[in-house]
């Protein structure tokens, strides 16, 4: 499986940025896909999972600011990020998972929040 990530950038403290990330190859129906983040110095953590059957998990530092979202029919997933923090500088990466190897990785994406 591979996954291209977009949309990263730079955005003021406050402002908002939509991630997108498309997954192909031996995909299948039912899977995970989402996005962990990384920042300098830090251990990758979960921002946000979603399932194909639509069922979401966040982490407690993005509820409420953080949306996820899915086109099954594309093979893509969606984070909608707005009420950024300059604590919310890291690299995104997205996620593949289904039942039949282990997880896939993209290859990152960065995003910087100014103060």
């Known amino acids: 499986v591979q996954l291209v990530e977009s949309g990263g950038g730079l955005v003021q403290a406050g402002g908002s940025l939509r991630l997108s990330c498309a997954a192909s190859?031996?995909?299948?129906?039912?899977?995970?896909m989402g996005w962990y983040r990384q920042a300098p110095g830090k251990e990758r953590e979960l921002v946000a999972t979603?399932?194909?059957?639509?069922?979401?998990n966040f982490a407690d530092s993005v509820k409420g600011r953080f949306t996820i979202s899915r086109d099954n029919a594309k093979n893509t997933v969606y984070l909608e990020m707005n009420s950024l923090k300059p604590e919310d500088t890291a690299v995104y990466y997205c996620?593949?998972?289904?039942?039949?190897?282990?997880?896939?990785w993209g290859r990152g994406t960065l995003v910087t929040v100014s103060s």
């Open positions: 190859g031996r995909t299948r129906s039912v899977n995970l």
């Open positions: 996620l593949y998972g289904d039942t039949s190897s282990k997880p896939n």
């Open positions: 979603i399932t194909s059957g639509g069922n979401t």
